[in-house]
């Protein structure tokens, strides 16, 4: 079975690892160990025109995939970066991001661009320190190793020519595959266009080793108001009967209060990344670290879309 870290959208952990693999990526990714020289080497794939001209972008026609990664290991990718032009209003949400890693043949991340992103409602400017989209771009900096090789695919779900995809991926040569201990990353979207009041809604069933590590939520609510953020959540780890945590409302969990009435915000590690009272319309990114089996959310009958990002 893949060795994986769960994250419920957009943030990063690691899973527990040995000292010799955990040194080697802390030199890799931390800020403080920048003059240290690097193992590998860094190599950058992207949709420059190697012309020398200025069509540096990729068209894809409706129901295509284009690949835009094919990466022989061990390595690690450390960076991406996107932009997009479609006359689809509805892109994000019909552009599906999928990354297969070591041979796999089904997708260890299969997610709409936008909710990859942040937010699958419409683009918004924020900047946290591994996701963002910011003045036009959208960035991603989650460590995603891989041992044999790491492939990536953006799939034109619109009906319509996407005129013109951008994109950066960096990533490390190494000399070395990962560690056993080293966890991959994952990330899996589900839509519910309808909760039931009173039942949990679940987020998130996993089975074997690895750390949930983060969670991100679009919603909407049918009626008028707020509501919905009165759900608590409740996390049950390795089967137990009564969960680990349990917590006092939505708005609460991300670190937020009085159904975010001081309005939008992005801080390093969570935030309410879109708001919008007119269609009571939210969209929030938030971390937690823990082992997890399942995760519930209580409801109170709302529209929820959200990401599964295991590594």
């Given at each position: 079975m893949?060795?994986r870290?769960?994250?419920?959208?957009?943030?990063?952990?690691?899973?527990?690892?040995g000292?010799?693999?955990?040194?080697?990526?802390?030199?890799?990714?931390?800020?403080?160990?920048?003059p240290?020289?690097?193992?590998?080497?860094?190599?950058?794939?992207?949709?420059?025109?190697?012309?020398?001209?200025?069509?540096d972008?990729?068209?894809?026609?409706?129901?295509?995939t284009?690949?835009?990664?094919?990466?022989?290991?061990?390595?690690?990718?450390?960076?991406?970066?996107?932009?997009?032009?479609?006359?689809?209003k509805?892109?994000?949400?019909?552009?599906?991001?999928?990354?297969?890693?070591?041979g796999?043949?089904?997708?260890?991340?299969?997610?709409?661009?936008?909710?990859?992103?942040?937010?699958?409602?419409?683009?918004?400017?924020?900047?946290?320190?591994?996701?963002?989209?910011?003045?036009?771009?959208?960035?991603?900096?989650?460590?995603?190793?891989?041992?044999?090789?790491?492939?990536?695919?953006?799939?034109?779900?619109?009906?319509?020519?996407?005129?013109?995809?951008?994109?950066?991926?960096?990533?490390?040569?190494?000399?070395?595959?990962?560690s056993?201990?080293i966890?991959?990353?994952?990330?899996?979207?589900?839509?519910?266009?309808?909760?039931?009041p009173?039942?949990?809604?679940l987020?998130?069933?996993?089975?074997g080793?690895?750390?949930?590590?983060?969670?991100?939520?679009?919603?909407?609510?049918?009626?008028?108001?707020m509501?919905?953020?009165?759900?608590?959540?409740?996390?049950?780890?390795?089967?137990?009967?009564?969960?680990?945590l349990?917590g006092?409302?939505?708005?609460?969990?991300?670190?937020?209060?009085?159904?975010?009435?001081?309005?939008?915000?992005?801080?390093?590690?969570?935030?309410?990344?879109?708001k919008?009272?007119?269609?009571d319309?939210?969209?929030?990114?938030?971390?937690?670290?823990?082992?997890?089996r399942?995760?519930?959310?209580?409801?109170?009958?709302?529209?929820?879309?959200?990401?599964?990002?295991?590594?």
């Open positions: 893949t060795r870290f769960f994250l419920e959208v957009l943030f990063l952990v690691l899973a527990a690892s000292l010799l693999a955990q040194q080697t990526l802390e030199n890799l990714l931390s800020p403080a160990l920048l240290q020289l690097k193992e590998g080497r860094l190599m950058q794939l992207s949709s420059g025109d190697t012309t020398g001209g200025n069509t972008f990729v068209a894809i026609q409706p129901g295509k284009a690949v835009i990664a094919d990466i022989p290991g061990p390595g690690m990718i450390v960076g991406m970066w996107f932009t997009i032009m479609s006359s689809d509805h892109f994000l949400r019909r552009m599906v991001l999928r990354a297969y890693w070591d796999e043949t089904s997708p260890s991340v299969e997610v709409p661009v936008g909710d990859f992103f942040g937010t699958g409602f419409a683009y918004k400017h924020y900047i946290t320190p591994f996701l963002g989209m910011s003045s036009g771009g959208y960035y991603c900096y989650f460590p995603m190793p891989f041992a044999r090789s790491a492939r990536m695919e953006i799939v034109n779900e619109t009906g319509q020519e996407v005129q013109s995809f951008y994109y950066h991926i960096n990533y490390r040569q190494l000399t070395q595959p990962p056993p201990d966890a991959y990353f994952h990330a899996v979207w589900h839509r519910e266009p309808r909760t039931q009173g039942q949990p809604y987020i998130l069933e996993a089975k080793k690895g750390h949930l590590v983060g969670v991100n939520m679009n919603m909407q609510g049918i009626d008028n108001g509501q919905y953020l009165e759900g608590d959540e409740m996390v049950y780890v390795d089967g137990e009967k009564r969960p680990s349990q006092t409302g939505t708005e609460d969990y991300f670190n937020g209060g009085w159904y975010f009435n001081k309005g939008e915000f992005a801080a390093p590690y969570h935030g309410l990344i879109l919008d009272d007119t269609l319309r939210i969209a929030l990114l938030s971390e937690i670290h823990n082992r997890a399942g995760s519930e959310h209580r409801n109170r009958g709302l529209q929820q879309h959200r990401i599964l990002v295991p590594a």
